[in-house]
């Protein structure tokens, strides 16, 4: 097997926006596209996109499941994070569903406690 191998989380109504809103990946065609980035994992490549994100969004917003980053990401990445102005960690988050704008785009969430 080659390539990346993204693991999809059980979120109702992700396949539906897949590419209209919600990606697995972030080059600088989404950069340009978005203005507010929500990642969701807490692992090195999650906090490498926040680092690569946050220079070109207004807003980037990382959901994680559990309490910190300090068990799955490099201390050097939580350190770059925390220091980042225009990052905001939620912990105890996972999303539970996407809802549409009408318009075949991800816009709205529904978030719950993990």
Same mark, same amino acid.
Not at 2 to 17: D, H, K, S, W
Not at 55 to 73: D, F, K, T
């Given at each position: 097997?080659? %390539? ?8 109702? %109504? !992700? ?24 990642l969701?994992g ?6 490498q996109a926040?680092?690569? *994100? ?9 959901l994680?499941?559990?309490?910190? *980053?300090? !068990? ?11 220091a !980042? ?18 318009? %075949? ?10």
């Amino acid at each position: 097997m080659t %390539g990346a191998a993204y693991r999809r989380p059980n979120i109702v %109504g !992700l396949e539906e926006f897949k590419g209209h809103g919600t990606y697995y990946w972030a080059s600088l065609v989404e950069a340009k596209l978005c203005k507010v980035f929500v990642l969701v994992g807490g692992g090195n490549s999650t906090g490498q996109a926040v680092v690569y *994100l946050t220079s070109h969004a207004a807003r980037v917003h990382l959901l994680i499941r559990g309490p910190g *980053l300090e !068990l799955s990401m490099s201390k050097y990445l939580i350190d770059r994070i925390a220091a !980042l102005p225009n990052m905001t960690v939620h912990t105890r988050t996972q999303i539970e569903s996407l809802e549409g704008d009408g318009r %075949g785009c991800a816009r709205r969430r529904a978030l719950q406690d993990a």
